[in-house]
């Protein structure tokens, strides 16, 4: 069994940059689709990215051409890198693991971590 433990996570102001780290222990991942959600107080768990297998990504359209993603499947971490951030990104972070491709749907992912906070001032 695989678990997941999130990092990375403070407070920022706007505009600022953070970068998660999301890293398995227990078994490799290397195989598995790894997601990052984020929850804000008050609502639901959502999709902010996804990375597959062989390095491909997908992101939320509300983080698009702010968040990356980042896989090093030998340190069995992936990495979230968020610039330019706004007080909306706000929230728990969390990372998960899914066997499918492009899935954006809580339900498909497992192996969840604790989550990281992340704190946005403007």
């Known amino acids: 069994q695989v678990q997941l433990v999130e990092s990375g996570g403070g407070l920022a102001q706007a505009g600022d940059s953070l970068r998660l780290s999301c890293a398995a222990s227990?078994?490799?991942?290397?195989?598995?689709?790894v997601g990052w959600f984020r929850q804000a107080p008050g609502k639901e768990r959502e999709f902010v990215a996804g990375i597959g297998r062989s390095g491909g990504t997908y992101t939320a359209d509300s983080v698009k051409d702010r968040f990356t993603l980042s896989r090093d499947n030998a340190k069995n971490t992936v990495y979230l890198q968020m610039n330019s951030l706004k007080p909306e990104d706000t929230a728990v972070y969390y990372c998960?693991?899914?066997?499918?491709?492009?899935?954006?749907?809580?339900?498909?992912?497992?192996?969840w971590g604790q989550g990281t906070q992340v704190t946005v001032s403007s």
């Open positions: 998960g693991l899914s066997t499918k491709w492009f899935s954006v749907a809580n339900a498909d992912f497992g192996s």
């Open positions: 227990g078994r490799t991942f290397s195989s598995y689709v």
